[in-house]
């Protein structure tokens, strides 16, 4: 059976490093298997004023004591020789596009995670990476080649493992680790839970209500407890704790629209039936469309995403209307349409919702729905109701089946990853 190695590049203090790789002077000194040859730098929010925030340090700053999120202020009582430039956004996302091309230019998948890390994917065993380590070790070699950064790289049999992998590479000389499924007991369940990538606040809620203190002991626990106290993300998060994650590459993820709102969900098990999956639109939609009004937002482009359950892809599309709404109502056959037209019946393990082109509410005129005031009445009463008892209090009788997913979703702390 062919498996697949999935891997997680992250780039080491990803703005400092492009400012130090950009400056000749800074630059020629440096060397990749060498922190220390960095000059103590951080990128801070403005140089000028003492209030700005630092966002970015180099390795030697940070061993002056400086961290992100201290003030510039409070950065150069520490270390009062710090050279300090100010943020160059758009110089950085350029590089991050063609590291990520790099990327994709390397391995047959590739996914974009953040600004400065990214997912890719190579079938193994196979002949075009007869050793991963080694593959590991050229995409390294090949960023630093041609953009003078360091990374570092965590690989294993899913991309939850390769996150949790790449956290290890950190002490690693190499930064580069492996991790297959014999490592799970040894390597991940003996790390502390606030070592657990994507917790949050859970993290201190497993430790303190449960005495959980390695990610080992949540596989210990009965999954109906973690479920019952963190809703579907108890079952993820059992999941992961014994290095099961079922989500696939998708190389659009990054991609999907920025000036809007979208919700997305990781179901907990994979839905075939369109009757569900209308469900958890719906659910997806109402979360949307409350959070733009409750912007004073109207939008007019309504995108739908879905992720399949195996390695089969997914699809993300949109559709662009002639009026602005933040209607529910106006949307959802709009979404079901999206759904009729793009999904292909595979099963589905995430879905996402959009409403992005969006303006403010009120210079806009009035939808022309027909009981248009009316609705908007009874949507507005239903939103103050939301807003002081959560997003349970009111809740549409279809999410009270089983496909629904909003009673356990309100029972969640904090949100979703991406
Ligand atoms: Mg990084």
């Known amino acids: ?155 294993s049999y899913n991309k939850w493992m390769a996150k949790m992998a790449n956290k290890a590479a950190k002490t690693m000389p190499e930064r580069v680790v492996w991790w297959t499924e014999n490592d799970v007991t040894e390597k991940l369940q003996t790390l502390s839970i606030f070592e657990m990538w994507g917790l949050k606040k859970r993290a201190r809620v497993l430790h303190d209500e449960f005495q959980v203190e390695t990610i080992g002991d949540i596989a210990k626990l009965p999954l109906s407890l973690v479920r019952h106290r963190f809703g579907v993300w108890g079952e993820v998060i059992h999941r992961w704790s014994t290095g099961h994650d079922a989500s696939a590459i998708n190389p659009d993820a990054y991609h999907q629209p920025h000036k809007g709102l979208s919700h997305r969900m990781t179901l907990p098990r994979d839905y075939e039936e369109r009757e569900e999956i209308k469900v958890v639109i719906l659910e997806l939609l109402d979360e949307v469309t409350f959070r733009v009004r409750a912007a004073d937002q109207k939008g007019r482009r309504v995108g739908l995403g879905m992720t399949y359950g195996s390695f089969s892809g997914g699809f993300y599309r949109a559709k662009t209307l002639d009026y602005y709404t933040q209607d529910t109502y106006a949307l959802y056959p709009e979404v079901l349409a999206l759904l009729d037209k793009y999904w292909n019946g595979s099963s589905v393990r995430a879905i996402v919702v959009s409403l992005d082109m969006l303006q403010p509410a009120t210079s806009l005129q009035l939808s022309f729905f027909d009981h248009a005031p009316k609705r908007e009445q009874l949507i507005h009463t239903v939103d103050q109701l939301r807003l002081r008892f959560g997003e349970a209090s009111v809740m549409r009788a279809v999410s009270l089946g089983r496909a629904g997913q909003l009673r356990d979703r309100s029972r969640k702390i904090g949100g979703h990853y991406r």
């Open 1 to 155: 059976m062919m498996n697949w190695i999935y891997g997680l590049a992250d780039m080491q203090s990803f703005y400092a490093s492009c400012e130090v790789a950009s400056r000749p002077e800074f630059a020629l000194k440096r060397r990749e298997d060498d922190d220390n040859s960095d000059p103590a730098l951080v990128v801070a929010g403005d140089p000028k004023r003492r209030t700005g925030i630092i966002l970015a340090a180099t390795p030697p700053a940070k061993h002056l004591g400086v961290s992100t999120a201290m003030t510039l202020g409070e950065a150069l009582q520490l270390a009062p020789d710090l050279i300090v430039v100010r943020p160059r956004m758009e110089f950085y996302l350029q590089v991050s596009v063609r590291i990520q091309l790099l990327m994709k230019q390397l391995f047959p998948l590739q996914e974009q995670f953040s600004v400065d890390e990214g997912f890719f994917a190579f079938p193994w065993p196979s002949d075009l990476f007869p050793d991963p380590i080694q593959a590991a070790k050229e995409l390294k070699q090949a960023i630093w080649d041609q953009f003078h950064i360091r990374c570092r790289v965590g690989m």
